[in-house]
């Protein structure tokens, strides 16, 4: 199955994508040259959704939105 993409990048190392999963997900990243990556402290607070943690799959969302689902009614 193929999915829609684009792929940017500047020439001085900006980049920008925004690709498309299955079930019309939209994932958009920006990254930038002048920005050093750093570690990502752990949260100070439990999780309020279920974590899924030992999961192979994650399911997809459930929850439908007369605006944002697509072939809503």
């Known amino acids: 199955m193929d999915f829609p993409a684009i792929y940017a990048r500047s020439t001085d190392g900006y980049t920008v994508s925004l690709r498309f ?3 019309g997900q939209a ?3 920006a990254d930038t040259p002048c920005v050093e ?3 990502v ?3 100070t607070t439990q999780a309020t959704a279920p974590t ?3 999961m192979e799959h994650i399911p ?3 929850i439908r939105s ?3 689902s697509a072939g809503a009614p």
Request: aromatic fraction near 20%; charge should be negative.
């Open 21 to 23: 999963g299955g079930e």
């Open 27 to 29: 994932f958009l990243r």
């Open 37 to 39: 990556e750093s570690e």
């Open 41 to 43: 402290a752990e949260s």
């Open 52 to 54: 899924y943690e030992g």
């Open 60 to 62: 997809r969302p459930n």
């Open 66 to 68: 007369p605006f944002w």
